[in-house]
C-alpha cells in the first residue's frame, strides 16, 4: 500500500481568500460570522452567517468564465489554484492521466439555481440563460478543474450533505493508497448562502441568530458559511524523490452509516466512524492528541458528538483535545470538511490548536477539553477530522505531521 | 370560524400523532403522543401555517422558547396567546 501526503493547500472562505489568512484568524480566535448581505434578507429570520466578502470573480476570472461558474465552482477553482500552485507540479506529461479529482459538495450550483428559479416563477420570465444546466450540477466545479489543469485521471463528485469533502478526502486518499493514482486533487466546496438556501435550513429550526457556541450550554444552534478548500494529495515516494514540501501525511479513514433516522445522529455510529478511522492508520486511542469535531453548535450534535468520542477514547478523552472551528468560518456544509482540515494542519504543522470560540457555558454532557475561545501550544503527532450528515453518514480522517 | 383555537390545535397534534382528537388529552405532553423531534417542528410549522402566525421555537433550547410545549394545554395557550397578540 502506498503512503498517502499533502503537497499542497488552498482556501477561501469567510475567514480569508487564502491558507496563510485563515490560519492566523484561527490562530487569533477571530470569527467570520456577521450580518448577511444577500438578496431580501429582509424576509429571513436567520440574518447572520459566515459570508465570503470582498470577493470580486472578475479578478480570477474571464467574462465567458463567470456565465459558467456557479459561486461554489469559482471558489473551488480560486483554492484549487493555490492548491496547485504549492504543489509545484504541470499535468501535461503522463502524470495527467494518473491524477483525479474528487470533490464534495451539498448543493453544488445552488445560487444558480436560485436565481433562475426566481427568474421564473417569481418574475415570470420564460427564458433562461443557456449555462443553467452546465452551471448548477454538482460535478461542475470537479469538471472545471480538471479543465483547468488538464486532469484526466478518475474524476467525480460526492454528496454525503456535511460529510462530503471528508468523504471526498477519504477516497482521494484510498485510490493513492491502493495505487489506482498517483496524486489527486480533493476537497470541497459549497456556496449555499442565497434566499432559498437559508430558507430551507430556517425550516429545521436548528439554526441560531445570534452566534455558533459550540458545546456551550448556552449554544443556540448552527450558523451556516460558504467556501472551499482544495488539497493537493500524492503518493508520498513522489513526493519525497521531487523534493515537495510535505504539509502532513494522511493516514487513516473510515465512513459509516447510523442506518437510523434521517436528522438527529447516532452515537453508535459517529463513534464506529472514530474507531475505525483509528483501525485504518492502526494507532492506538492515546496517540490522538487533537480532534477537530463536527461541533455545529447544535444540541442533538454536540452531545453525541462528545459522547461518542468518550466511548472511543475512555480515559484518554480527558487528555485529548477537541475543538469546533464552525464558530470561527460557520458550517460550510458540503465543504466544511475541506475548510477543517486547515485546522488540522495548523495543528500539526505549527503546534497551535485553533479554539472553539464563542464558548460561554460549560455544558456537563459536554465535558471534554473544548479548547475554550484561546488557540493552545501544543504539539500533537496525530488528530483526526471528523463530519457527521444528515442522514446518518459519518467520515473521519486520521492525519499525522509530516514524515 | 366555527372552530376554536384549542381544537384547531388538537387536530394538528392528533394528525401528526395519527391519533383521534378525542383520544388527546389536555394534560399529555408532546412525548405522550409519540411527537419525535421532527414530529413537533412538523407540527410548529402546520401551526404557524394555519393561523398565520410566527412561533418562537428553536430546536436546540426547547426549554428555553418562550413558545411552551410542556403539553398540549401548554401549547393551545401558547396559541391562543400569540393569535390574541396578531389580532391586537
Same mark, same amino acid.
Given at each position: 500500500?502506498?503512503?498517502?501526503?499533502? &503537497?499542497? $493547500?488552498?482556501?477561501? %472562505?469567510?475567514?480569508?481568500?487564502?491558507?496563510?489568512?485563515?490560519?492566523?484568524?484561527?490562530?487569533?480566535?477571530?470569527?467570520?460570522?456577521?450580518?448577511?448581505?444577500?438578496?431580501?434578507?429582509?424576509?429571513? %429570520?436567520?440574518?447572520?452567517?459566515?459570508?465570503?466578502?470582498?470577493?470580486?470573480?472578475?479578478?480570477?476570472?474571464?467574462?465567458?468564465?463567470?456565465?459558467?461558474?456557479?459561486?461554489?465552482?469559482?471558489?473551488?477553482?480560486?483554492?484549487?489554484?493555490?492548491?496547485?500552485?504549492?504543489?509545484?507540479?504541470?499535468?501535461?506529461?503522463?502524470?495527467?492521466? *494518473?491524477?483525479?479529482?474528487?470533490?464534495?459538495?451539498?448543493?453544488?450550483?445552488?445560487?444558480?439555481?436560485?436565481? %433562475?428559479?426566481?427568474?421564473?416563477?417569481?418574475?415570470?420570465?420564460?427564458?433562461?440563460?443557456?449555462?443553467?444546466?452546465?452551471?448548477?450540477? =454538482?460535478?461542475?466545479?470537479?469538471?472545471?478543474?480538471?479543465?483547468?489543469? %488538464?486532469?484526466?485521471?478518475?474524476?467525480?463528485?460526492?454528496?454525503?450533505?456535511?460529510?462530503?469533502?471528508?468523504?471526498?478526502?477519504?477516497?482521494?486518499?484510498?485510490?493513492?493508497?491502493?495505487?489506482?493514482?498517483?496524486?489527486?486533487?480533493?476537497?470541497?466546496?459549497?456556496?449555499?448562502?442565497?434566499?432559498?438556501?437559508?430558507?430551507?435550513? *430556517?425550516?429545521?429550526?436548528?439554526?441560531?441568530?445570534?452566534?455558533?457556541?459550540?458545546?456551550?450550554?448556552?449554544?443556540?444552534?448552527?450558523?451556516?458559511? *460558504?467556501?472551499?478548500?482544495?488539497?493537493?494529495?500524492?503518493?508520498?515516494?513522489?513526493?519525497?524523490?521531487?523534493?515537495?514540501?510535505?504539509?502532513?501525511?494522511?493516514?487513516?479513514?473510515?465512513? &459509516?452509516?447510523? $442506518?437510523?433516522?434521517?436528522?438527529?445522529?447516532?452515537?453508535?455510529?459517529?463513534?464506529?466512524?472514530?474507531?475505525?478511522?483509528?483501525?485504518?492508520?492502526?494507532?492506538?486511542?492515546?496517540?490522538?492528541?487533537?480532534?477537530?469535531?463536527?461541533?455545529?453548535?447544535?444540541?442533538?450534535?454536540?452531545?453525541?458528538?462528545?459522547?461518542?468520542?468518550?466511548?472511543?477514547?475512555?480515559?484518554?478523552?480527558?487528555?485529548?483535545?477537541?475543538?469546533?472551528?464552525?464558530?470561527?468560518?460557520?458550517?460550510?456544509?458540503?465543504? &466544511?470538511?475541506?475548510?477543517?482540515?486547515?485546522?488540522?494542519?495548523?495543528?500539526?504543522? *505549527?503546534?497551535?490548536?485553533?479554539?472553539?470560540?464563542?464558548?460561554?457555558?460549560?455544558?456537563?454532557?459536554?465535558?471534554?477539553?473544548?479548547?475554550?475561545?484561546?488557540?493552545?501550544?501544543?504539539?500533537?503527532?496525530?488528530?483526526?477530522? =471528523?463530519?457527521?450528515?444528515?442522514?446518518?453518514? =459519518?467520515?473521519?480522517?486520521?492525519?499525522?505531521?509530516?514524515? | 370560524?366555527?372552530?376554536?383555537? !384549542?381544537?384547531?390545535?388538537?387536530?394538528?397534534?392528533?394528525?401528526?400523532?395519527?391519533?383521534?382528537?378525542?383520544?388527546?388529552?389536555?394534560?399529555?405532553?408532546?412525548?405522550?403522543?409519540?411527537?419525535?423531534?421532527?414530529?413537533?417542528?412538523?407540527?410548529?410549522?402546520?401551526?404557524?401555517?394555519?393561523?398565520?402566525?410566527?412561533?418562537?421555537?428553536?430546536?436546540?433550547?426547547?426549554? !428555553?422558547?418562550?413558545?411552551?410545549?410542556?403539553?398540549?394545554?401548554?401549547?393551545?395557550?401558547?396559541?391562543?396567546?400569540?393569535?390574541?397578540? !396578531?389580532?391586537?
Amino acid at each position: 500500500m502506498k503512503r498517502v501526503v499533502i &503537497t499542497g $493547500a488552498g482556501t477561501i %472562505n469567510a475567514l480569508a481568500q487564502d491558507v496563510p489568512g485563515t490560519l492566523a484568524a484561527m490562530r487569533e480566535g477571530r470569527g467570520g460570522i456577521g450580518p448577511l448581505d444577500i438578496r431580501d434578507v429582509d424576509r429571513l %429570520n436567520v440574518k447572520i452567517g459566515a459570508q465570503v466578502k470582498g470577493w470580486h470573480p472578475e479578478d480570477h476570472f474571464s467574462r465567458q468564465q463567470i456565465l459558467l461558474y456557479d459561486r461554489y465552482t469559482q471558489f473551488t477553482l480560486h483554492a484549487a489554484r493555490q492548491a496547485v500552485a504549492q504543489a509545484g507540479l504541470d499535468f501535461d506529461g503522463h502524470l495527467g492521466y *494518473e491524477t483525479g479529482v474528487v470533490l464534495g459538495t451539498a448543493g453544488g450550483g445552488l445560487t444558480t439555481q436560485d436565481e %433562475n428559479y426566481r427568474a421564473v416563477y417569481e418574475e415570470g420570465k420564460n427564458r433562461v440563460h443557456p449555462f443553467v444546466v452546465p452551471k448548477l450540477m =454538482n460535478n461542475a466545479a470537479a469538471s472545471h478543474l480538471s479543465m483547468e489543469f %488538464n486532469i484526466k485521471g478518475p474524476s467525480f463528485t460526492v454528496a454525503t450533505a456535511c460529510a462530503s469533502s471528508n468523504h471526498a478526502m477519504g477516497l482521494a486518499f484510498q485510490m493513492i493508497r491502493s495505487g489506482a493514482c498517483r496524486a489527486m486533487l480533493t476537497g470541497g466546496a459549497e456556496a449555499m448562502l442565497c434566499f432559498g438556501g437559508i430558507k430551507a435550513w *430556517e425550516g429545521l429550526r436548528v439554526m441560531s441568530t445570534d452566534a455558533c457556541r459550540p458545546f456551550s450550554l448556552n449554544r443556540s444552534g448552527m450558523v451556516q458559511g *460558504e467556501g472551499a478548500a482544495i488539497y493537493f494529495f500524492e503518493e508520498y515516494e513522489q513526493a519525497r524523490r521531487r523534493g515537495a514540501e510535505i504539509l502532513a501525511e494522511v493516514i487513516g479513514f473510515a465512513m &459509516t452509516s447510523d $442506518a437510523s433516522d434521517i436528522v438527529m445522529p447516532s452515537k453508535q455510529g459517529a463513534a464506529r466512524a472514530i474507531a475505525g478511522a483509528l483501525r485504518d492508520a492502526g494507532l492506538n486511542p492515546e496517540d490522538v492528541g487533537y480532534i477537530n469535531a463536527h461541533g455545529t453548535g447544535t444540541s442533538a450534535n454536540d452531545k453525541t458528538e462528545c459522547a461518542a468520542i468518550a466511548d472511543v477514547f475512555g480515559p484518554h478523552a480527558d487528555r485529548l483535545m477537541i475543538s469546533s472551528t464552525k464558530a470561527m468560518h460557520g458550517h460550510a456544509i458540503g465543504g &466544511t470538511g475541506a475548510i477543517e482540515m486547515l485546522a488540522c494542519l495548523l495543528a500539526l504543522r *505549527e503546534d497551535v490548536i485553533p479554539p472553539t470560540i464563542g464558548y460561554e457555558e460549560p455544558d456537563p454532557e459536554c465535558a471534554l477539553d473544548v479548547v475554550p475561545n484561546v488557540a493552545r501550544q501544543a504539539r500533537v503527532p496525530v488528530v483526526l477530522s =471528523n463530519a457527521f450528515a444528515f442522514g446518518g453518514m =459519518n467520515a473521519v480522517l486520521a492525519v499525522r505531521r509530516a514524515p | 370560524m366555527g372552530e376554536s383555537v !384549542k381544537e384547531r390545535v388538537i387536530a394538528i397534534l392528533a394528525e401528526q400523532a395519527v391519533m383521534e382528537p378525542a383520544d388527546i388529552r389536555m394534560e399529555d405532553s408532546l412525548e405522550d403522543l409519540g411527537l419525535d423531534s421532527l414530529g413537533l417542528v412538523e407540527s410548529i410549522f402546520a401551526i404557524e401555517e394555519a393561523f398565520d402566525i410566527s412561533v418562537p421555537f428553536n430546536a436546540n433550547e426547547p426549554g !428555553k422558547s418562550q413558545f411552551d410545549i410542556s403539553s398540549v394545554a401548554a401549547v393551545v395557550t401558547a396559541v391562543e396567546g400569540l393569535v390574541a397578540r !396578531k389580532a391586537a
